[in-house]
DNA sequence: GCATATTTGTCCGTATGTATA
DNA sequence: CTATACATACGGACAAATATG
């Protein structure tokens, strides 16, 4: 990699060069837009430019590019020809879109999963756990980060790989939504207890119980979601 | 773009060229390939080396590469770090999971129809229409490419955007499956009829029965195809 | 509506690193 | 272990499309 530029936009973006060494150059890079685009500082409609973000990463504009198609296929970044990528802006109708995938997906996946391995619910538990901590913390980006990582692992026990990747996607989709949200913390906080429930449910074995559970709760939160999309058409 | 080589390669892969005017470089030239991985000119397996596939098609690495990005995230192609792309090779465990993810997919989407816009139930009876006829004329290619196109239409009633990508998705990797039928007739032709029936009921609006009878179409068809691997292991 | 500046799309040549015979 | 082939990544160039005044 050439010497990189340090500008202010670079010192921005490289805050966490320390884990840049696995993977190609351009999955390092999408994993830093990804992250970026994720905690908010690229926000929805954003056009990102090849030369100011390859000049800040020290990145040729092939290898920038590179990413972008990565982040594109991730449905965070649009790429309108000739005039570059963007990052996603998502309407009210893709919230209730999204919402029918997921009920879709982990409620399946929770019916289907039978006995589930106790590897598997481990995992279910310490997404749980994490986003209890991160909670009592203060650190509401945590939260959701953790939220995700629980969804995500309830998708897991169904134990299919095309389910688990759907659901990463629909899931990091969604993570452009919840900008959309004032306060993260009144958006998360209710939900803390649901997921320990649904953990024991699923631990109990009442695998229905827990997806009926869960089909509430996403009702719940696509609910809110619309709302505050409603509220932002307003202002 | 840069005047083509003319190798036999080329000769190949150009066939039509017609064809070859709209969208990006690079989604022409992954319409090209997909063409030859889905008819089998490509198989699973085969390398697809950037400079032999550059040179006869005329388009540089990075436009190829470009290309190429776009069919690994269509899981028609896997690439392998500093290796390069292979036309991806499926094994019993995939099929069992692809017909999971289309059951799961097709019979929602059928419940979750409701009352069916007419345009879109036409779509159903336009697919089924087309492989009654290539069938007639013995196209039992174009009688594949018809049922993918009935199954898309059946998932494309429920009206949601990421459920049909998703099946889309699912659609095209199944056509890598096909490869191990030695008798496409034979996989073909006894489901035209279960197409026609499953339209009658949909049109009748008895959405519950039609995706019962879908349920029972994808496990016949489920296995057909893993004897067929089971078949292709001993040899 | 037109001319200009900016930005992307595409291609090339080359240097470096990695996998495999 | 060496040699070869190939992918990765860079920088520069020009064409084409878009945005701006």
Redesign the pocket.
Same mark, same amino acid.
């Given at each position: 990699?050439?010497t990189r530029g340090s500008s202010d936009l670079a010192d921005q973006l490289l805050t966490d060069r320390a884990s840049l060494d696995r993977g $190609? &150059?351009?999955e390092r890079v999408a994993d830093i837009l990804r992250g970026r685009i994720t905690d908010g500082l690229f926000p929805p409609g954003r056009?990102l $430019? %090849? %030369?100011e973000l390859g000049g800040a990463l020290?990145? $040729?504009? @092939? &290898?920038l590019? %590179?990413a972008f198609r990565l982040l594109v296929h991730e449905r965070l970044l649009v790429?309108e020809? @000739?005039?570059?990528v963007f990052v996603r802006t998502l309407v009210a109708d893709d919230v209730v879109d999204l919402y029918r995938m997921r009920r879709l997906l982990e409620c399946a996946a929770i019916r289907a999963a039978g006995e589930p391995s106790t590897a598997a619910l481990e995992q279910v538990r310490v997404a749980v756990d994490a986003a209890e901590q991160a909670s009592a913390q203060g650190d509401w980006l945590a939260v959701g980060s953790a939220n995700m990582q629980f969804h995500q692992a309830l998708v897991a026990l169904a134990n299919s790989r095309r389910m688990t990747e759907t659901a990463r996607h629909v899931l990091a989709e969604l993570r452009l939504v919840f900008h959309v949200m004032s306060s993260h913390r009144e958006f998360h906080e209710p939900y803390l207890h649901r997921n320990r429930k649904i953990y024991h449910l699923l631990a109990a074995g009442d695998n229905d119980g827990a997806a009926t559970a869960l089909e509430e709760y996403l009702g719940v939160a696509e609910r809110q979601l619309l709302d505050a999309y409603a509220a932002s058409a307003d202002r």
């Open positions: 990699m050439a $190609s &150059t351009a056009r $430019s %090849e %030369e020290g990145v $040729s504009r @092939n &290898t590019r %590179e790429h020809l @000739n005039r570059g």
